[in-house]
Nanobody, 115 residues
Framework: QVQLVESGGGLVQPGGSLRLSCAAS????????MGWYRQAPGKQRELVAT???????NYADSVKGRFTISRGNAVNTVYLQLNSLKPEDTALYYC?????????WGQGTQVTGSS
């Protein structure tokens, strides 16, 4: 079974930055895309950003221009750069990697934007 491990979350003041990382425990073949989702207390999980095998990216309107998703040099590694953080970005951020007939989720890393 593949495990996705996220890291990089924390407490940051509004306007600050964080970089989240996600790495798979082993190589995942035929992966189609990787992405980040988030879930705030009392709200549904929502898409933040995705990146396909070909490098195409997609962002939620609420994070466009502030967050950047990218792939690492290591296989099955994905990053999320969070800039100009707002209190409403506070959530548990999850990594997801998926392909034909499967998807894997991480356990989440907490991001809190607060002074």
């Amino acid at each position: 079974q593949v495990q996705l491990v996220e890291s990089g979350g924390g407490l940051v003041q509004p306007g600050g930055s964080l970089r989240l990382s996600c790495a798979a425990s082993r190589n995942i073949f035929s992966i189609n895309a990787m992405g980040w989702y988030r879930q705030a207390p009392g709200k549904q999980r929502e898409l933040v950003a995705t990146i396909t095998r070909g490098g195409s990216t997609n962002y939620a309107d609420s994070v466009k221009g502030r967050f950047t998703i990218s792939r690492g040099n290591a296989v099955n590694t994905v990053y999320l750069q969070l800039n100009s953080l707002k209190p409403e970005d506070t959530a548990l951020y999850y990594c997801k990697q998926w392909g034909p007939g499967y998807d894997f989720w991480g356990q989440g890393t907490q991001v809190t934007g607060s002074s």
